[in-house]
């Protein structure tokens, strides 16, 4: 007799947990021939609010670490991905992909998130600088992440669009709440267990599902996040988007997808900019000398 | 001293010894060269001993002239052919593999380290292994990312680089100069020192394991005839060399009818300069690690120590008073403080400053630890009342000695702080950060500490003014010494 398979139930990811939604709703994942592959998460509101306050409790921890740290843990995540590849490449194959295009997937991101990785300790450096100010003060200005960060990820590809949506903006401590892409939920929920393997700390990253449709307007208009990425052609969307993340004068960062588009500037765009201002003493005639 | 104060001088730290057997050590190495470890032309070998015992460890192959050529030929033939072509990404790959496979093998390394140069496991444990294993994880991150660090410039690597490298950091000395040249693009045929080659041979074995392309990376041993065959050698287009200032002028005008690059990280008589505001007793721990951190064998090492006058007895009163806690021994005991002196030759050289520094009159102050029978130790030593014309002021020691010199106003001390040929590094302790950075613009040296000392990251940039060498190790900056435009 043929062995049963054992079906995976796919579950949402927030606070380093996997729970399923409070809403207890879902939606059917079928594949070509309409067969169920399966019931997942429609998440709501709530799960919404319930991920934003793990992102910000998760907030300062993440950005305190030492860049050093960060730059280690995404390694760790690539490697998790590598070791796993077989599993995300089936779930690209699930998600309507062919077995060649989704193995160039998989390795497309593996590799985008070790771009990531070393840039964690580097982008600093790119994007700071000492202002020669004319009063005698040290002055400095220094990127800082933003804070929580909602994202909806690009509908063009499963796996590499999902991490291009969301390593730069963790890469510069940011946490992050994201919604997968509706008919790509089997990629993302592999990736929240690839990322919660590979010692990220519980909160920096979670992960729902469901509709853009039902939830777009509350990741745009929560009090709470400080920015929103966001991909996509729809304009009628986008202008919602602006429009509902006015009230906290959240920082809406809208992009078009490129595959091929991987830079330090996705970084920086989820960056403030701090300047300090610190006296030096003025004493005496001494210069420099030899 | 109170009562408490008595029963702890009393109470003495039983040994707490790391195990030799966690480091597998071979009886003989041969040369890495194009990927596979080979037996050198000259035919000869040369002991490496353990400072602490003076027992042999090993016998290490010395490198003649026709086993530079074979290494540089190897590094060019791997340069044109793998190397130059790879994708940056890739390249950068296999500096992530290597500093992985250091971090796995950490321990392991810490305590070779210390059996062949005699610093202390804690150190080498805590400071060098990491260190190294970071450095080639932050420059790996690099490799495809020079667009970056070099905007509207096309960074092309130099092609093949002959470094020299010194005894006081072997591991980390390595890391330093293999992995923002190969992040770079170049390949590199490295020497590693007379008395600690022993770390570099294992990291050898580490780059076999993560499948480098053959001859990317060289490793040979030798001395100083070793490295002027590399200095000289046709094939080497940069030439990357840490040690004495002597030695590097002499490079700098073996290549001066050449078109090579250099970069070079020389001596050092850092001035660690202590105000009357500063937070005294964290002063005297960075005193204590400026001037004791590896036996003193550190070119940035805090050796000139400007007291302000008015807190000269209370600094030197509990500078002594912790000195007297250090503890001097078996570098594999995991409290030793100061290990042993790197070779008999250097301790020669130590004694022989100490000497000077007492005929010139400076009072001398030693602690009165106890001293193991065999191997090279220097007691960690104090003089007070030197003045800025003592040798021991002057000239770089390398040993755990310190001069004190006070001074009463700021420009005294600028003035007498940057009177030397050196420029590596500068200490300052003061609570006042607008003095801080007062300081911080006058002192003409390359890395100035405030409120610590002897810190060093990936990220950091790190190399001398003046005769201190010039060039950049660590940090964005240190990819310049490795690319051309």
């Given at each position: 007799?043929?062995?049963?398979?054992?079906?995976?139930?796919?579950?949402?990811?927030?606070?380093?947990?996997?729970?399923?939604?409070?809403?207890?709703?879902?939606?059917?994942?079928?594949?070509?021939?309409?067969?169920?592959?399966?019931?997942?998460?429609?998440?709501?509101?709530?799960?919404?609010?319930?991920?934003?306050?793990?992102?910000?409790?998760?907030?300062?921890?993440?950005?305190?670490?030492?860049?050093?740290?960060?730059?280690?843990?995404?390694?760790?995540?690539?490697?998790?991905?590598?070791?796993?590849?077989?599993?995300?490449?089936?779930?690209?194959?699930?998600?309507?992909?062919?077995?060649?295009?989704?193995?160039?997937?998989?390795?497309?991101?593996?590799?985008?998130?070790?771009?990531?990785?070393?840039?964690?300790?580097?982008?600093?450096?790119?994007?700071?600088?000492?202002?020669?100010?004319?009063?005698?003060?040290?002055?400095?200005?220094?990127?800082?992440?933003?804070?929580?960060?909602?994202?909806?990820?690009?509908?063009?590809?499963?796996?590499?669009?999902?991490?291009?949506?969301?390593?730069?903006?963790?890469?510069?401590?940011?946490?992050?709440?994201?919604?997968?892409?509706?008919?790509?939920?089997?990629?993302?929920?592999?990736?929240?267990?690839?990322?919660?393997?590979?010692?990220?700390?519980?909160?920096?990253?979670?992960?729902?599902?469901?509709?853009?449709?039902?939830?777009?307007?509350?990741?745009?208009?929560?009090?709470?996040?400080?920015?929103?990425?966001?991909?996509?052609?729809?304009?009628?969307?986008?202008?919602?988007?602006?429009?509902?993340?006015?009230?906290?004068?959240?920082?809406?960062?809208?992009?078009?997808?490129?595959?091929?588009?991987?830079?330090?500037?996705?970084?920086?765009?989820?960056?403030?900019?701090?300047?300090?201002?610190?006296?030096?003493?003025?004493?005496?005639?001494?210069?420099?000398?030899? | 001293?109170?009562?408490?104060?008595?029963?702890?001088?009393?109470?003495?730290?039983?040994?707490?010894p790391e195990s030799k057997s966690g480091a597998s050590l071979k009886k003989q190495y041969d040369l890495f060269?194009?990927?596979?470890m080979?037996k050198p032309?000259s035919g000869k070998y040369f002991k490496t001993i353990n400072p602490a015992t003076e027992e042999v460890i090993s016998e290490v192959a010395e490198a003649?002239?026709?086993?530079?050529?074979?290494?540089?030929?190897?590094?060019?033939?791997?340069?044109?052919?793998?190397?130059?072509?790879?994708?940056?990404?890739?390249?950068?790959?296999?500096?992530?593999?290597?500093?992985?496979?250091?971090?796995?093998?950490?321990?392991e390394f810490a305590i070779v380290e210390s059996m062949d140069g005699g610093k202390p496991i804690?150190?080498s444990?805590?400071?060098?292994?990491?260190?190294?294993?970071?450095?080639?994880?932050?420059?790996?991150?690099?490799?495809?990312?020079?667009?970056?660090?070099?905007?509207?410039?096309?960074?092309?690597?130099?092609?093949?680089?002959?470094?020299?490298?010194p005894w006081n950091?072997p591991l980390?000395?390595?890391?330093?100069?293999?992995?923002?040249?190969?992040?770079?693009?170049?390949?590199?045929?490295?020497k590693s020192a007379e008395t600690t080659p022993l770390t570099a041979y294992k990291l050898a074995e580490?780059?076999?394991?993560?499948?480098?392309?053959?001859?990317?990376?060289?490793i040979i041993s030798g001395a100083?005839?070793t490295?002027?065959?590399?200095?000289?050698?046709?094939?080497?287009?940069?030439?990357?060399?840490?040690?004495?200032?002597?030695?590097?002028?002499?490079?700098?005008?073996?290549?001066?009818?050449?078109?090579?690059?250099?970069?070079?990280?020389?001596?050092?008589?850092?001035?660690?300069?202590?105000?009357?505001?500063?937070?005294?007793?964290?002063?005297?721990?960075?005193?204590?690690?400026?001037?004791?951190?590896?036996q003193?064998h550190?070119?940035?090492?805090?050796?000139?120590?400007?007291?302000?006058?008015?807190?000269?007895?209370?600094?030197?009163?509990?500078?002594?008073?912790?000195?007297?806690?250090?503890?001097?021994g078996d570098p594999l005991d995991?409290?030793?403080?100061?290990g042993a002196i790197n070779s008999r030759s250097q301790l020669q050289?130590?004694?022989?400053?100490?000497?000077?520094?007492?005929?010139?009159?400076?009072?001398?102050?030693?602690?009165?630890?106890?001293l193991p029978s065999k191997g090279f130790w220097?007691?960690?030593?104090?003089?007070?009342?030197?003045?800025?014309?003592?040798?021991?002021?002057?000239?770089?020691?390398?040993?755990?000695?310190?001069?004190?010199?006070?001074?009463?106003?700021?420009?005294?001390?600028?003035?007498?702080?940057?009177?030397?040929?050196?420029?590596?590094?500068?200490?300052?302790?003061?609570?006042?950060?607008?003095?801080?950075?007062?300081?911080?613009?006058?002192?003409?040296?390359?890395?100035?500490?405030?409120?610590?000392?002897?810190?060093?990251?990936?990220?950091?940039?790190?190399?001398?003014?003046?005769?201190?060498?010039?060039?950049?190790?660590?940090?964005?900056?240190?990819?310049?010494?490795?690319?051309?435009?």
């Amino acid at each position: 007799m043929e062995r049963i398979e054992v079906l995976k139930t796919y579950k949402i990811y927030i606070g380093g947990k996997f729970p399923r939604t409070e809403s207890g709703r879902y939606y059917p994942l079928q594949d070509k021939s309409g067969k169920l592959i399966a019931n997942i998460c429609l998440c709501s509101r709530k799960d919404v609010r319930d991920a934003v306050s793990a992102a910000r409790k998760a907030f300062e921890g993440w950005s305190e670490r030492a860049a050093f740290n960060r730059s280690q843990i995404l390694y760790r995540i690539a490697e998790m991905m590598e070791s796993r590849k077989a599993l995300l490449t089936e779930e690209c194959v699930r998600s309507g992909m062919t077995a060649k295009v989704a193995q160039q997937e998989v390795f497309n991101a593996i590799d985008r998130v070790i771009y990531y990785a070393g840039w964690a300790d580097k982008y600093m450096q790119i994007f700071s600088s000492v202002n020669p100010v004319s009063s005698p003060h040290f002055n400095f200005s220094v990127p800082e992440p933003m804070g929580v960060i909602t994202v909806i990820p690009p509908s063009d590809s499963p796996l590499l669009g999902f991490v291009s949506a969301i390593i730069p903006a963790i890469t510069g401590g940011n946490t992050v709440v994201v919604l997968a892409e509706e008919k790509y939920p089997l990629t993302a929920v592999a990736m929240s267990e690839i990322i919660n393997d590979s010692d990220v700390p519980g909160g920096v990253v979670n992960i729902l599902t469901g509709t853009k449709k039902e939830l777009i307007s509350h990741m745009a208009s929560h009090m709470d996040v400080n920015a929103i990425i966001h991909f996509g052609k729809d304009e009628a969307e986008l202008a919602k988007v602006k429009e509902v993340s006015v009230q906290n004068l959240k920082r809406v960062l809208h992009y078009e997808y490129k595959a091929e588009a991987e830079n330090p500037y996705f970084i920086q765009d989820t960056q403030e900019v701090k300047t300090t201002w610190h006296p030096i003493e003025v004493i005496g005639p001494s210069g420099s000398g030899y | 001293m109170s009562k408490k104060e008595t029963k702890l001088q009393g109470w003495n730290y039983s040994p707490a010894p790391e195990s030799k057997s966690g480091a597998s050590l071979k009886k003989q190495y041969d040369l890495f060269i194009g990927g596979k470890m080979v037996k050198p032309t000259s035919g000869k070998y040369f002991k490496t001993i353990n400072p602490a015992t003076e027992e042999v460890i090993s016998e290490v192959a010395e490198a003649n002239a026709a086993d530079v050529d074979k290494a540089m030929k190897a590094a060019r033939k791997a340069y044109t052919g793998v190397w130059s072509k790879m994708k940056a990404s890739e390249r950068g790959k296999y500096l992530f593999r290597i500093a992985r496979l250091i971090q796995e093998r950490a321990r392991e390394f810490a305590i070779v380290e210390s059996m062949d140069g005699g610093k202390p496991i804690r150190e080498s444990r805590d400071v060098d292994v990491p260190l190294a294993a970071n450095h080639f994880f932050y420059y790996a991150g690099w490799a495809d990312k020079l667009d970056y660090a070099f905007p509207n410039r096309q960074a092309q690597p130099l092609g093949v680089a002959a470094q020299i490298i010194p005894w006081n950091f072997p591991l980390l000395m390595a890391a330093w100069k293999i992995a923002p040249a190969l992040a770079c693009g170049n390949t590199v045929v490295l020497k590693s020192a007379e008395t600690t080659p022993l770390t570099a041979y294992k990291l050898a074995e580490l780059i076999q394991d993560a499948g480098l392309p053959e001859g990317v990376v060289n490793i040979i041993s030798g001395a100083g005839a070793t490295g002027a065959a590399m200095v000289n050698h046709p094939e080497a287009d940069k030439i990357a060399f840490t040690g004495s200032t002597d030695v590097g002028k002499i490079i700098q005008k073996a290549i001066a009818a050449t078109h090579k690059k250099a970069t070079l990280e020389l001596g050092g008589k850092a001035a660690n300069i202590i105000f009357e505001d500063a937070p005294i007793d964290q002063a005297v721990e960075g005193i204590v690690n400026g001037i004791y951190f590896n036996q003193g064998h550190v070119c940035c090492a805090g050796s000139r120590l400007f007291v302000e006058e008015s807190v000269k007895d209370v600094v030197i009163a509990k500078l002594k008073h912790r000195m007297a806690s250090l503890i001097v021994g078996d570098p594999l005991d995991k409290n030793t403080d100061i290990g042993a002196i790197n070779s008999r030759s250097q301790l020669q050289t130590i004694e022989n400053y100490i000497r000077i520094g007492l005929d010139e009159g400076a009072d001398m102050f030693q602690t009165d630890c106890k001293l193991p029978s065999k191997g090279f130790w220097c007691r960690p030593t104090l003089f007070t009342d030197a003045s800025q014309s003592h040798r021991i002021v002057q000239e770089e020691i390398f040993g755990p000695v310190l001069a004190v010199i006070s001074f009463r106003t700021i420009d005294e001390v600028i003035a007498k702080a940057n009177n030397t040929p050196y420029g590596l590094s500068a200490g300052v302790w003061t609570d006042k950060g607008s003095k801080i950075f007062n300081l911080t613009t006058k002192m003409r040296a390359g890395v100035v500490w405030a409120n610590t000392y002897n810190k060093f990251d990936p990220v950091s940039p790190f190399g001398g003014y003046k005769e201190s060498g010039f060039g950049r190790e660590g940090g964005l900056h240190g990819l310049s010494a490795y690319v051309q435009f």
